[in-house]
Nanobody, 114 residues
């Protein structure tokens, strides 16, 4: 399974950015997908998670600003980030569970700065 994440970038505070992560190379669909982030000097933390069925989960710090979604037909998961803040600066990683196996994307850097 390969995960292809979109590029991040530099965004001004208050701006928006959408990340995507497409899974390929499997006959199975994504069971659970999530986005994590790791800021410099900090541990990787969960940002949002979306199961195949059920409710999504968000870190308190991003609730109301970030939205995770998925397109099952494309085996792709998205993270829409609005009203970005400097503290959202981090490397973002997608993570998917497919057929009982966990996969990580390569990480994409998001910098929020004026």
């Amino acid at each position: 399974v390969q995960l292809q994440a979109s590029r991040g970038g530099l965004v001004q505070p208050g701006g928006s950015l959408r990340l995507s992560c497409a899974a390929s190379g499997s006959d199975f669909s994504i069971n659970v997908a999530g986005w994590y982030r790791q800021a410099p000097g900090k541990q990787r933390q969960l940002v949002a998670r979306i199961p195949e069925y059920g409710s999504t989960t968000y870190a308190d710090s991003v609730k109301g600003r970030f939205t995770i979604s998925r397109d099952s037909a494309k085996n792709t998961v998205y993270l829409q980030m609005n009203n970005l803040k400097p503290e959202d600066t981090a490397v973002y990683y997608c993570n998917v569970l497919i057929d009982f196996t966990n996969y990580w994307g390569q990480g994409t850097e998001v910098t929020v700065s004026s």
